[in-house]
């Protein structure tokens, strides 16, 4: 997942490209983008879109799968990144590819130059790793949607690094200077040093403490907070100065846990340094003690700000409030009116739902069947009971009497059907079906569940990749079935 392999990059042509990049733009609303799809967006003048295909299939920048409904082309992780490659490259943002340098959980680190041989940074975000899934919890990138390509997600938070890099560099912040992005991949500057982690010694402990401390509360005073500030996101330079990195998962500080971050972060510094350098101070920044200077947070639309937003909106609404006080005296008249009407047309509504109710138990044709055969009462006694609005609809269970001697000669008694039933005040309302399904019917509909369940066993059985081995596969089955017909017109 993480291999970036771009010697295939130069052999593709503007057509291949074309294919990729309308394969891109059908998964924005399909799992598989079915090949005739494929076609009508690539829109080839002279055909050709299968031979694309297959040539794409063919260096694994696209997948042909087999769906539940239909089959289709699904876009890699290395046609993904040709197509951003090939944006950069066409920018004249970068135009050579070198080594690995880094990766993470979410990301893999690449150098880059550009014409002139300048040394860039490639950051490509991996988003789906096995060693990090948990996106909707330790992040917000999904946010009203349920579910989403880890490609899409990918490519939100590069978006979202971007700006937040582009917006601290402006404001002086040791953070490296970023050149472009394009989908997931982001182009940044190079920062000479190392992790902090990898650091065993330095010259001055204390002054280091102190300006991580102060680059903690800085960024707090300009409404953001880091998240994830630790020793593997803060690189050490030659001059004893630090540079801080990774960017995504940054907060707002009007977020409803933006103190329990600050302090995590406030933590990990202080149990960083008492492990590594045997250094721990007294002093470190408080969450409340942090004055806001700047809005970066709502600049950048950081996770959290919109609580911040809506407060004032509030405040703003409370003062228009209090300047039309005479209108507001008027509404409040409106308004008990309303609750009035309001009572009436829900009172209403009580009555004409009791009334359907007891229209719809006259007029079914259901039965309620009893132990004894010989005995059945039907609901159209109902309409001899003397049913009022003021109780609810629950007949009391102890009117069956299944433990008389008798049996149910209460209801051969007829002054006991002309009696009125006393209804219990509940507030629920319960009834009882009896199965009539006879058991030949019942063994039926398990066997046929059975017989479904063993076709749904037998196709997730069957591994199938790519057209070709479909074909293949069909090819098979049909010369296997001539050879048994061929073998019993012999015999």
Known sequence: MGKLNVSILRYLTREDFRALAAVEMGMKNHELVPGPLVASIANFKHGGCHKRLMNLTRHRLVAYERGKRYDGYRLTNAGYDYLALRALASKDVIFSVGNQVGTGKESDIFLVADKDGKEMVLKIHRLGRISFRKIKEKRDYHQHRHSASWLYLSRLAAVKEFHFMQALYDRNFPVPKPYEFNRHCVVMEVVKGYPLCQISEVNDVPA???????????????????????????????????????????????????????????????????????????????????????????????????????????????????????????????????????????????ERYLDDSLGALKESDVSLAFQNDEEKITLNQFEKLNLSTETDLNIEEDLFHENSPDGYSKYNDTESVNKPLQLKKTKTFSTRSVSTIPPEEIKARLQKQRQKKQEKEQKRRLTTKGEANATNRQKRENRDTINQIVEFCEW
């Open 208 to 350: 280091l403490y102190e300006e991580l401390m102060n680059l903690l509360v800085r960024l707090a005073n300009h409404g953001l907070i880091h998240g994830d500030f630790n020793e593997f996101n803060l690189i050490l330079g030659d001059d004893d100065h630090v540079t801080l990195i990774d960017f995504p998962q940054m907060i707002s500080t009007s977020h409803p846990n933006a103190e329990w971050y600050f302090d995590r972060d406030v933590t990990c510094i202080r149990e960083f340094f008492r492990k590594k350098f045997d250094f721990e101070s007294e002093l470190y920044p408080i969450f409340k003690e942090i004055e806001r200077n700047d809005n970066l947070d709502i600049s950048t639309a950081a996770s959290g700000y919109s609580k911040e937003i809506q407060d004032d909106l509030k405040k703003a609404v409370e003062l228009m409030k209090q300047e039309d006080e005479s209108e507001n005296d008027s509404e409040e008249d409106n308004k008990s009116e309303y609750k009035t009407s309001s009572q009436k047309d829900t009172r209403n509504l009580l």
